[in-house]
């Protein structure tokens, strides 16, 4: 999640620059579908990717509980602490999240795709 600076919508722009670069910067080699290879595609991105503006803090809450079990829930982490991109390590440091949230034990919901 970002927040971008005041009186800037420019969120399509920001976030195909980001792409942009991260994808020239790695190797090319992951196989790729017909389309994507006639489209000029990178297999590393998810098409299905969409902007949402955050309503309140329960939708922010909503989130950042996705974001933090994603890797989670695909068999990525054990542990939502696990993961070594997450902020989750930051945020349970901050009392937002108690240490072992998504551990192994924990029977937490199916968060949307």
């Excluded at 970002?2 to 942009?20: F, M, V």
Aim: a positive charge; glycine letters at 8%.
């Amino acid at each position: 999640m970002w927040t971008l600076p005041d009186g800037d919508d420019n969120y399509r722009s920001r976030w195909q620059a980001i792409k942009l670069l991260f994808s020239r910067g790695i190797a090319k080699g992951e196989l790729l579908s017909a389309s994507r290879a006639k489209r000029g595609e990178r297999g590393i991105w998810q098409r299905r990717c969409w902007e949402h503006t955050i309503r309140d803090d329960r939708d922010y809450a909503a989130h950042m509980d996705y974001i933090h079990f994603n890797p989670v829930k695909h068999g990525l982490a054990a542990n939502a602490a696990d993961w070594p991109y997450s902020t989750f390590r930051r945020c349970a440091a901050n009392g937002q999240y108690p240490a072992d949230w998504a551990g192994p034990d924990d029977k937490i919901a199916n968060w949307g795709e």
